[in-house]
């Protein structure tokens, strides 16, 4: 990731959770392959801690039936 120096803990901060980072692209990524209709997610931004991510503004579209 291109943010892998933020996410490894700066100016001596806590190293953040990049096991929850992958798991959320992955969700959204399985969410965009399934049968469920979406078009488009947007997550932004996605708040990284040291015990999870919070996604604190999301968009989805979906496709015409």
Do not use: F, H, I, K
């Not at 965009?32 to 503004?57: R, S, T």
């Amino acid at each position: 990731l291109a943010v892998s120096g933020v996410l490894d803990g700066r100016r001596g901060g806590p190293r953040l959770d990049r096991d929850a980072v992958a798991r959320a692209v992955v969700a959204v990524s399985r969410a965009l392959l399934g049968d469920d209709g979406l078009a488009d997610v947007e997550v932004n931004p996605l708040l990284v801690g040291v015990d999870g991510v919070l996604a604190l503004d999301a968009w989805a579209t979906g496709v015409a039936p």
